[in-house]
């Protein structure tokens, strides 16, 4: 069983930034594919990019590729997203997801997705 916090998230104004972590505790840290996704109110829960087990591969939605990268630290069991150029359309619910995973592919549903953190808010003013 893995259980992941997400931490970080606040009120910050367009074009200014903020860094996302998300750390795991429980199960291999390095077994697990991670994945970022966000739900912004009234709206579907949606991809924001992910990270192979070995940290060699990411991937990004269109709407965030150039503005946000995603890295992990397996020593110190934590994912995280940094997130620059804010814009208002990125407020939402921030959430990590891991998927137990030997495979360098990209899995970019939330079906894939076994573990979930409790989500962090990210609020972006104009």
């Known amino acids: 069983q893995v259980t992941l916090v997400e931490s970080g998230g606040g009120l910050v104004q367009a074009g200014g930034s903020l860094r996302l972590s998300c750390t795991a505790s429980?199960?291999?840290?390095?077994?697990?594919?991670l994945g970022w996704f966000r739900q912004a109110p009234g709206k579907e829960r949606d991809l924001v990019g992910t990270?192979?087990?070995?940290?060699?591969?990411?991937y990004y939605a269109d709407s965030v590729k150039g503005r946000f990268t995603i890295s992990r630290d397996n020593a110190k069991n934590t994912v995280y997203l940094e997130m620059n150029n804010l814009k208002p359309e990125d407020t939402a619910v921030y959430y990590c997801?891991?998927?137990?995973?030997?495979?360098?592919?990209?899995?970019?549903?939330?079906?894939?997705?076994?573990?979930w953190g409790q989500g962090t808010q990210v609020t972006v003013s104009s």
């Open positions: 997801a891991a998927k137990e995973s030997s495979v360098n592919t990209y899995y970019i549903h939330m079906s894939s997705y076994n573990y």
């Open positions: 429980g199960g291999t840290f390095s077994r697990y594919h």
């Open positions: 990270i192979t087990w070995s940290g060699s591969s990411t």
